[in-house]
């Protein structure tokens, strides 16, 4: 599976839209895009993926380049508990291999 | 989250000791996967299955072994416990094409 490379960490206001970027830059064609957050020691939770169009969820957009090289979560009016860490992961779905390796992620901190 | 619990949620236990934790779904999902997370390191995976029977090694396997006999348990075992070992496991299962769904997690602590 792509490496890919997020920011440490990054903040936000509440109720102003959070973007968390994500570098993808050896992303293969069959391999989607997904984010994912841990909330502190919670396990982690799902958001959203996408192949190469535009996402959207009760819970964020996801926004992916027409390269595919680099995507965006988009948290369109983060609150206090969207404070979590914020994984950006791209795997091959479908596969019988179909395990996620998971990097850093991007710390992301809501300031009221 | 429903559908997927751990058990136990804490446990202590002494260097030395085989301890087994257990991954239990009610989703019929094919796939399911067992992860460490230590401060620093992040999620790491241990072992993963892909069916009945069907398992095989994650980046951090050494120290650990699976079982998966029926669709809904996973079992993860470590057979000499160690302090390095001492760490947050969280379960997840998959159906393949969709998101993974993790447990609560386990606090396991080797003293």
């Known amino acids: 599976d792509a490496k890919t490379t997020q920011p440490p960490s990054m903040d936000c206001a509440e109720g102003r839209a959070a973007n968390l970027p994500c570098n993808h830059s050896?992303?293969?064609?069959?391999?989607?895009v997904y984010w994912y957050r841990q909330i502190h020691s919670q396990g982690p939770q799902y958001i959203i993926h996408?192949?190469?169009n535009n996402e959207t969820n009760e819970m964020a957009s996801l926004i992916i380049t027409e390269d595919r090289k680099s995507s965006t979560l988009i948290l369109p009016h983060a609150t206090l508990r969207d404070t979590a860490v914020y994984y950006c992961?791209?795997?091959?779905?479908?596969?019988?291999?179909?395990?996620?390796?998971f990097g850093s992620g991007t710390r992301l901190s809501i300031r009221p | 989250d429903a559908g997927i619990t751990q058990s136990p949620r804490h446990k202590v236990t002494e260097t030395g000791t085989p301890v087994t934790l257990r991954c239990h779904q009610t989703?019929?999902?094919?796939?399911m996967y067992w992860y460490r997370q230590d401060p620093g390191h992040g999620l790491r995976l241990i072992h993963y299955?892909?069916?009945?029977?069907?398992?095989d090694k994650g980046e951090v396997s050494d120290g650990y072994s699976v079982s998966r006999s029926k669709t809904e348990d996973f079992l993860l075992t470590l057979e000499s416990a160690t302090s390095s070992q001492t760490s947050v496991y969280f379960c997840a299962i998959s159906a393949g094409d969709s998101g993974y769904t993790f447990g609560s997690g386990t606090r396991l602590t080797v003293v």
């Open positions: 989703e019929n999902h094919r796939y």
């Open positions: 050896t992303i293969s064609g069959n391999e989607y």
């Open positions: 992961i791209v795997r091959v779905e479908r596969s019988s291999a179909s395990k996620i390796i």
């Open positions: 299955s892909y069916g009945v029977k069907d398992t």
């Open positions: 996408g192949l190469k």
